[in-house]
């Protein structure tokens, strides 16, 4: 499986309009790939708090259309990263309350929507993101042929329950569209190698570069085996990071180094 994470920039003199289109020209390019990922909240920035109700849009909007044609036209499965959603009732979230989300988005090879899901841990401690957003509920995998995508978002990544959730329904691939700042780029490397190695799955963290707000981000999008080897890392800068994957690798890891069967806490009827 071949995977080219698109570790985009966002600057606050490029409008949202603007970076949808060149978002959308960087995804047809990687035809040929079998999965294309974008990182977290890049119409907005993860930062621009102040930016989230004036461009949030409905589930089907103007990102979903040019996200869902960019998919088509390249052939690939897209995890298009994440928007700011506005729930409506035509999405059957509920009322039209105009709750807002950090909603990711996943397109097969022929455009259609194949999942949703709206990030469960909220990044703000009280601030930001954590009051002006909705949770999320529900841990998302996406089946894909050969393999299963398991989905988080950015500050999900401290999470590890919601990792071991989505491999316990099948999940091979940890898919995590982020826009992480630099300051705490190494815990980026770190928690990333160590969700790997702790579920045996590969791991595709894909960041933003430039600054939201005044916050300088990461970059360093990162590709990690089963093993917790970084078999790709993108560097400061706008880049797109292509690597080869055997899915294989995650049951012949499993199988070698068998630790999740050892598992006792954490399990709906613990081993005797």
């Known amino acids: 499986m071949r995977a080219s994470l698109i570790q985009i920039a966002v600057d606050e003199g490029e409008s949202p309009v603007s970076r ?55 052939g690939v499965w897209l995890h298009a990263g994440s928007i700011p959603e506005r729930a409506t009732s035509a999405d059957g979230s509920g009322p039209d309350d105009g709750t ?36 999320g509920r529900e841990p998302v995998t996406v089946p894909l042929p050969g393999t299963t995508l398991g989905l988080g978002t950015c500050y999900d990544l ?3 329950e919601l ?24 815990h980026w490397t770190l928690l990333a190698r160590a969700r790997a190695v702790e ?24 590709v990690v085996d089963p093993w917790g080897e970084v078999l790709a890392e993108a560097g400061a800068g706008e880049e797109v990071l292509t690597v080869d994957l ?18 006792v806490l954490g399990l709906a009827t613990p081993r005797r």
């Open 20 to 74: 949808r289109q060149r978002a959308a020209a960087l995804v047809r390019a990687q035809a040929g790939a079998d999965l294309v990922v974008l990182p977290e909240l890049w119409t907005t920035g993860a930062f621009a708090y102040e930016d989230f109700g004036r461009e949030a849009e409905p589930l089907q909007g103007p990102t979903y259309e040019t996200m869902a044609a960019a998919a088509a036209d390249a």
């Open 100 to 135: 807002l989300y950090n909603t990711s988005l996943v397109f097969s090879p022929s455009g259609e929507l194949a999942a949703a899901y709206r990030k469960i841990h909220r990044f703000g401690f009280d601030q930001g993101e954590a009051v002006l957003m909705g949770a």
């Open 158 to 160: 401290r999470f590890p």
């Open 163 to 186: 990792f071991r959730a989505l491999v316990d329904a099948g999940a091979e691939v940890l898919v995590l569209p982020a826009g992480w700042p630099e300051r705490r780029r190494a």
């Open 199 to 222: 579920n045996q799955a590969f791991v595709l963290a894909c960041g933003t570069t430039g600054t939201h707000a005044g916050v300088p981000q990461a970059g360093h999008s990162i």
């Open 246 to 263: 055997d899915p294989a690798k995650v049951a012949e890891t499993r199988e070698q180094f068998p630790a999740l069967k050892d598992r």
